[in-house]
DNA sequence: AGACACCTTGGAGCAACTCCAGGGTCAAGC
DNA sequence: GCTTGACCCTGGAGTTGCTCCAAGGTGTCT
């Protein structure tokens, strides 16, 4: 099959095929008569692996370890579950960054409901503060119970 | 102050610093005899209001858009909190799909224990199948009951 | 013969920096 | 006066994983 097909099949663009050429972690197909790339099922076995560990969001370099793996590199698979649980502990940090991330948003997010002049916005004045540490204490101008309404002058 | 000084103060590098006024998120400051860039307390907080938007995770185009904003751009802030409100989705997306991605991964990692034969590897079984969606269904190899050790043959 | 879909190569662009080369500036010490 | 060393300047390349583009070749259909 040609380029279009084998990308339709692994769910990529035929651009993403030639990158992964260029990359090293697909081996240089045949071509036709008139320079087509031409692709049999082992070239799409390869490419649909490859794209099963990008949706798991492993990076081009650890995937090229585990085609290394596959390909003959190592007597057992412990480099394999030790890629993978680095990769696992590397989500679970991202997880967790962002967690925290999420909490200092919404502590900003509280100190304006969005209707006051610029120069009285809580939440600009707790960027140019320090980010979100400092949300939950003082200087809040808006939503003081109900969530309803800014102490707002300007008509 | 110079460059240097004032990168250390907002806790980022020199070329961050220039990088920020190539994007023209910060005016080009005044210059020494010696050509060398020289900042006061007002550039040093511009530059800590968007150190701390990008601790938050904010592109530089959101960020763009909150200095306008600040520098006058609209009457009220309500667009500070449109940009808030859609930062967060955005953050609450990345966890969900983080937290499914964890998922998969502990699911194709239960697959092997790593002493195994390449050959036999759960995990990169998995990967060829379909990344981590088969990962608790048929195939397992490794750790059926007490998670200790693999059906091994060789030595 | 023309239209159209598909393919080729090489190169640029994205985000947000980071690093480097090759050179200039400035204060301190001898 | 000279050297040393820290700091600064500019311009450009590298990072990751693609994605898009231009300019042109191939193959099939009508």
Same mark, same amino acid.
């Given at each position: ?13 035929a ?36 794209r099963?560990?990008?949706? &798991?969001?492993?990076?081009? $370099? @650890?995937?090229?370890?585990?085609? /290394?793996v %596959?390909d003959? =590199?190592? +007597? ?47 939440i600009?004045?707790? &960027?140019?503060?320090?980010? $979100? @540490?400092?949300?939950?204490?003082? /200087?809040? %101008?808006?939503? =003081?119970? +109900? ?9």
């Amino acid at each position: 099959m040609r380029i279009g097909e084998l990308a339709k099949k692994a769910g990529c663009g035929a651009d993403t095929v030639r990158y992964y050429e260029r990359e090293g972690l697909l081996p240089p197909p045949g071509r036709s008569e008139g320079n087509y790339r031409l692709y049999d099922a082992g070239h799409l076995a390869r490419l649909a692996f490859i794209r099963n560990c990008r949706a &798991l969001e492993m990076s081009l $370099g @650890e995937i090229r370890t585990l085609l /290394g793996v %596959k390909d003959g =590199g190592g +007597a057992d698979c412990s480099g394999v579950t030790a890629l993978l649980d680095a990769h696992i502990g590397h989500v679970d940090e991202r997880i967790a960054r962002l967690a925290a991330l999420r909490e200092q948003l919404a502590g900003l997010r509280e100190r304006c409901c969005g209707v006051t002049p610029v120069a009285d916005c809580g939440i600009l004045q707790g &960027l140019a503060e320090g980010g $979100g @540490e400092a949300a939950a204490g003082g /200087g809040r %101008k808006c939503l =003081g119970d +109900a969530g309803s309404l800014c102490g707002r002058e300007a008509g």
